[in-house]
Antibody, heavy 123, light 109 residues
Framework: EVQLVESGGGLAQPGRSLRLSCAAS????????MHWVRQAPGKGLEWVSG????????GYADSVKGRFTISRDNAKNSLYLQMSSLRAEDMALYYC????????????????WGQGTMVTVSS | EIVLTQSPGTLSLSPGERATLSCRAS???????LAWYQQKPGQAPRLLLY???SRATGIPDRFSGSGSGTDFTLTISGLEPEDFAVYYC??????????FGQGTRLEIK
């Protein structure tokens, strides 16, 4: 079964850091680009970041550029999101999503999603 | 950045009826790189269509898409009870700025 399981969410104070992880199974992880997409409570979807299969191509939404870092470990079938300088507006459910192609920036369509991990930013 | 505007915000229909959802882009979407997703309460989004009109694996043929340039449509022919959900369009032709519409809520009348 193709599966993505996110972890690492929780409560963080403004200005602090948090690291999200996504464990992939059921498919050849290093054949696909991967992404993070977030959803604030009661709001719509917002793409956060994407990374190609070999980490050579990476992109970020303007709202997180310079504060968030995406990475992957193909040996561990895992995707990560290092979040720093957290703000109240970063509070959301963060989804890990699988791309349909190996390359970020090619056809960034998300065919498999995890169930998300909630990040709460509050003092 | 391409802004996607979905209409209507909420659509109230009965099972068996036809639903027509609109997604308008602020500028032309390259190569019809437009996808549609369905999201039910408490669940992750599910890919329905990509390339404006190609159905994803396992998606029933009552779901269809059309459009090009700046105007796109998702049509659901013969609504089933499980189709009532929120629908999002997404453009992926102008990476790095992948954007979603704000969503259309399809509710039972």
């Amino acid at each position: 079964e193709v599966q993505l399981v996110e972890s690492g969410g929780g409560l963080a104070q403004p200005g602090r850091s948090l690291r999200l992880s996504c464990a992939a199974s059921g498919f050849t992880f290093d054949d696909y680009a991967m992404h993070w997409v977030r959803q604030a409570p009661g709001k719509g979807l917002e793409w956060v970041s994407g990374i190609s299969w070999n980490s050579n191509s990476i992109g970020y939404a303007d709202s997180v550029k310079g504060r968030f870092t995406i990475s992957r470990d193909n040996a561990k079938n895992s995707l990560y999101l290092q979040m720093s300088s957290l703000r109240a507006e970063d509070m959301a459910l963060y989804y890990c999503a699988k791309d349909v192609t190996p390359n970020y920036g090619d056809r960034d369509v998300f065919d498999v999603w995890g169930q998300g991990t909630m990040v709460t930013v509050s003092s | 950045e391409i802004v996607l505007t979905q209409s209507p915000g909420t659509l109230s229909l009965s099972p068996g009826e036809r639903a027509t959802l609109s997604c308008r882009a602020s500028q032309s979407v390259i190569s019809t790189y437009l996808a549609w997703y369905q999201q039910k309460p408490g669940q992750a989004p599910r890919l329905l269509l990509y390339g404006a009109s190609s159905r994803a694996t396992g998606i029933p043929d009552r779901f269809s898409g059309s459009g090009s340039g700046t105007d796109f449509t998702l049509t659901i022919s013969g609504l089933e009870p499980e189709d009532f959900a929120v629908y999002y369009c997404q453009q992926y032709g102008s990476s790095p700025a992948i954007t979603f519409g704000q969503g259309t809520r399809l509710e039972i009348k």
